[in-house]
């Protein structure tokens, strides 16, 4: 994780460096795919965004019902993978989620804007959706049913941990001959072996 740390810092300064060029597209160093697997094995993939790191792991935020969720309420295996193409750097992390606990969400979902908070009541991510009107008119039947009072946390949406087994740093190099260090979780802490790129 402090390795992660140290990286991602660069990574988010590269992205700033950029953003003072007018034409550049805009980074996200926080842009994630998140890979899941239903019982089965499929695999499926969608960018999240990571909105936590602590010493155990990755945090990010969804809707517990969506696809993922349910993939993840299945199999808990799950993988992160971040691509940082201004520092030429990527980063694999393979675990078992678990979701956070019910404060840190809440603490969490409180920091959002009002209409990402509307949003994610009138969302039921993954489900099938007529048109776009009916999303609207779900939108502002929950801005009328919390008129003037705080949006609670919807249960379905919070948090997930990926406390990682395996964590994966790929670094550019000329001629392809890329740089791969692998940590692995051990009985006493991480294993490293530098792999062929
Ligand atoms: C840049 C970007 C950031 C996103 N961030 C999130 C996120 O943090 N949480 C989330 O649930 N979906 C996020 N999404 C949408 C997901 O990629 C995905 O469409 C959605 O979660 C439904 O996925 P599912 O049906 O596999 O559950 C993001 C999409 C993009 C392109």
Redesign the pocket.
């Known amino acids: 994780m402090d390795e992660f740390r140290r990286v991602f810092a660069e990574a988010e300064a590269a992205a700033g460096k950029a953003a003072e060029t007018p034409d550049a597209p805009p980074e996200?160093p926080t842009?994630c795919f998140l890979s899941?697997a239903d019982a089965q094995g499929r695999p499926?993939a969608?960018?999240?965004?990571l909105?936590g790191l602590d010493g155990d792991g990755f945090v990010?935020?969804?809707?517990y019902e969506?696809?993922?969720?349910r993939q993840l309420a299945e199999n808990r295996w799950a993988a992160l993978t971040f691509y940082w193409p201004r520092i030429g750097w990527q980063v694999r992390a393979e675990g078992k989620v678990e979701k956070v606990s019910a404060e840190e969400s809440d603490a969490y979902f409180a920091s959002r804007p009002r209409g990402s908070r509307i949003g994610a009541w009138a969302s039921l991510?993954?489900q099938p959706l007529d048109s776009r009107e009916q999303l609207l008119e779900r939108v502002a039947e929950v801005e009328e049913r919390f008129a003037g009072q705080p949006v609670p946390r919807p249960e379905r949406w919070g948090g997930y941990l990926l406390v990682p087994e395996r964590v994966e740093h790929w670094r550019d190099r000329p001629y392809r001959l890329h740089d791969r260090w692998v940590y692995t979780r051990a009985a006493d802490g991480w294993e490293i072996e530098r792999q062929y790129p």
């Open positions: 996200d842009a899941t499926s969608r960018v999240v965004l909105k990010f935020y969804t809707n969506s696809r993922k969720g991510q993954s």
